[in-house]
């Protein structure tokens, strides 16, 4: 170890020369090493400093301060190899760094990396924008992005994330241990959860929803889906925008009214059927079609319109009748039932006569004038000697029904 004041050879004696030239050489081969900082240094000069751990230090630009390189006891001098290597100390990041250019990045993509955006916190950035910030207080996910949870396969996942806008924060605390088959969460209003059986019933609005009793309180607007219930007691009205599916076992019992536009059922049991509207309700077949489906009457009426052999006796009864608010008696053996409520066109009818009158010894014919069948406001008849046609009879009982 040797250092020199100065690096000059002045003038002197030889043996003077020779032991400066000895030192300067001494200094130089053992790089200037010493306890302490070499007097009169120069810039970018060595120095090997043996009370710092064997440091190799190399005075700066400005000539002004060492820098230290390195242990000389070290391979590499104790730096961090380019290859990599284990690093016993902190790697310690530029402070000043942001989402656009982190100070742990990649040199193929240089806004994508970590950095230090806050006392005690850092963030994730890709694309130069942070996406996750670590703190003292958690891990929060920005910019509405969702946390994936991804199968085996690394392709299907199941995702969280918040709504788009949110008012206050919202907590939720899970609860300690795993519920039971079939339980739910439930929430306290503050945000704790824990597993409840339905039947333990619900804070809120869902307090009506208790064992197997779903009460008028619960609305669309609280309840959306009842997924399969094996019973179901509704004490109010129940509204569905989509479909209520039974099996062959399912009974639906205790309506006063049922409102639908489709029922499917395999039995269905009334004590009276009522139409929506002014018509006579429908019946249809599987296709929407009422072909081989058949239909309640239309229309009906049973009158008397025997004359009593008076030519001038215009008379037709009603002795009873559905949806007729009159008989028009046009002449003998010739009558129009009137509808209360018009039919279709072209609506099917049938009539008939009492058999048990005679005229002139034989049965008569009653058929209808339009072979089209009723019209939309009324049907028209006429009886006939079924020897002759052009001969027309009053009768008594004459029945008409009219379908559609």
């Given at each position: ?289 009422e072909t081989h489906a058949g239909r309640l009457v239309r229309a009906c009426v049973e009158f008397d319109s025997f004359r009593g052999g008076n030519s001038s006796d215009n008379f037709a009864s009603i002795q009873g009748s559905f949806n007729v608010s009159s ?78």
């Open positions: 170890m040797a250092q020199v004041s100065d690096f000059n050879v002045a003038n002197a004696s030889g043996a003077s020369v020779r032991s400066d030239i000895n030192a300067i050489l001494e200094a130089i081969k053992t790089c200037n090493s010493g306890g302490s900082d070499p007097s009169n240094p120069e810039q970018f000069m060595f120095y090997a400093d043996t009370a710092d751990n064997n440091n190799l230090k190399i005075r700066n630009a400005a000539n002004n301060a060492f820098t230290t390189i390195g242990s000389v006891d070290e391979a590499n001098l104790g730096l961090l190899p380019r290859a990599g290597g284990a690093m016993t100390g902190q790697l310690l990041g530029d402070d000043g760094s942001g989402a656009g250019s982190p100070a742990y990045a990649f040199d193929g993509d240089t806004d994508t990396g970590m950095f230090r955006n806050a006392a005690n916190s850092i963030q994730f950035a890709t694309a130069g924008t942070a996406r996750v910030t670590i703190s003292s207080t958690g891990i929060n996910v920005l910019d509405g992005k969702e946390i994936r949870f991804q199968d085996s396969s690394g392709s299907p996942f199941v995702s969280l994330k918040s709504p788009s806008s949110l008012s206050s924060n919202v907590n939720l605390t899970l609860p300690a241990t795993d519920g039971s088959s079939g339980q739910v969460l439930q929430t306290d209003g503050n945000g704790v959860l824990s597993f409840v059986s339905l039947s333990a019933g619900f804070s809120g609005a869902a307090s009506a929803l208790t064992g197997n009793t779903l009460a008028s309180g619960v609305t669309s607007s609280s309840l959306t889906s009842l997924g399969t219930l094996g019973s179901l007691t509704v004490s109010g009205n129940i509204s569905a925008n989509g479909n209520i599916n039974g099996d062959g076992s399912t009974n639906i019992s205790s309506i006063s009214t049922l409102t639908t536009t489709n029922a499917n059922t395999t039995t269905t049991k009334a004590s009276q059927y009522r139409s929506n509207n002014t018509s006579t309700p429908v019946f249809q077949n599987v296709n929407g079609s008989v028009t008696d046009h002449s003998e053996g010739a009558f129009t039932a009137n509808f209360s409520t018009s039919v279709p066109s072209n609506a099917t009818t049938c009539a008939t006569i009492d058999i048990d009158r005679f005229t002139f010894n034989h049965h008569c014919n009653i058929y209808l004038e339009s072979t089209s069948g009723a019209g939309t406001g009324s049907v028209r008849v006429r009886i006939t000697d079924p020897r002759d046609s052009s001969r027309v009879l009053d009768k008594n009982s004459v029945n008409i029904a009219v379908f559609a």
